[in-house]
């Protein structure tokens, strides 16, 4: 798999969710997510599909696993990691954004990471998988003090797989 990256936020303890939602709301974390995505494919669990507000995200090819038979507005729901692999494999930069368990089927495949580490315990019911630091480089490392906007301080890391 080429050009397939993960994108995600975590907490100090690889939390990233609790009640099918997120744990903050860190608007430089969302504008670098949608900077980012935007113009790419995307690829997310029905859950973390289900969560967000508006439905699909727009100027982005919204990608969803579920084993159920569902359809959704803009959105390509396929039901193996396989179809996905398959149906995108013209595209250039692929994203995985979660949630968990979908983290979980791709980890072993990607081989760049997006991730925000917030500094911060948070009570959650989701985590990000376990993964080894001393398999991946730093490309970027970016601390970002927490502010008016912020309410966390966070650093942007940029991983790729050595
Ligand atoms: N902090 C972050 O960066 C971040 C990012 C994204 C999400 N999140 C959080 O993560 C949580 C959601 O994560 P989650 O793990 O509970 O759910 P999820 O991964 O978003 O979705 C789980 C669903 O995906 C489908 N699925 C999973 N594995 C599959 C497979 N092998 N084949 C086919 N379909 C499969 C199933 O759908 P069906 O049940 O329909 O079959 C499953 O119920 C939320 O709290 C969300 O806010 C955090």
Redesign the pocket.
């Known amino acids: 798999m080429k050009n397939w990256s993960i994108?995600?936020?975590?907490?100090n303890n690889n939390?990233?969710?609790?009640?099918?939602?997120?744990?903050?709301r860190i608007s430089a974390d969302l504008k670098r997510?949608k900077t980012i995505t935007t113009g790419n494919t995307i690829v997310?669990?029905?859950?973390?599909?289900?969560?967000l507000p508006k439905g699909a995200l727009p100027n982005r090819r919204n990608i969803?696993?579920?084993?159920?038979n569902?359809e959704y507005e803009n959105t390509e729901v396929?039901?193996?990691?396989e179809q996905v692999v398959e149906a995108t494999k013209d595209d250039k930069d692929v994203f995985v954004?979660?949630?968990?368990?979908?983290?979980?089927?791709f980890i072993s495949k990607v081989n760049k990471m997006y991730l925000?580490q917030v500094n911060e315990d948070f009570d959650?019911?989701?985590f990000?998988p376990e993964f080894d630091w001393s398999e991946w480089s730093v490309l970027e490392k970016d601390y970002v003090d927490k502010g008016e906007k912020n309410q966390f301080a966070h650093t942007f890391y940029i991983l790729n797989r050595i």
């Open positions: 994108i995600v936020a975590i907490g939390e990233i969710g609790k009640d099918n939602d997120l744990l903050w997510f997310m669990g029905r859950k973390t599909f289900e969560s969803v696993l579920s084993k159920q569902l396929y039901s193996t990691v954004i979660g949630g968990a368990s979908v983290y979980e089927l925000t959650a019911d989701v990000f």
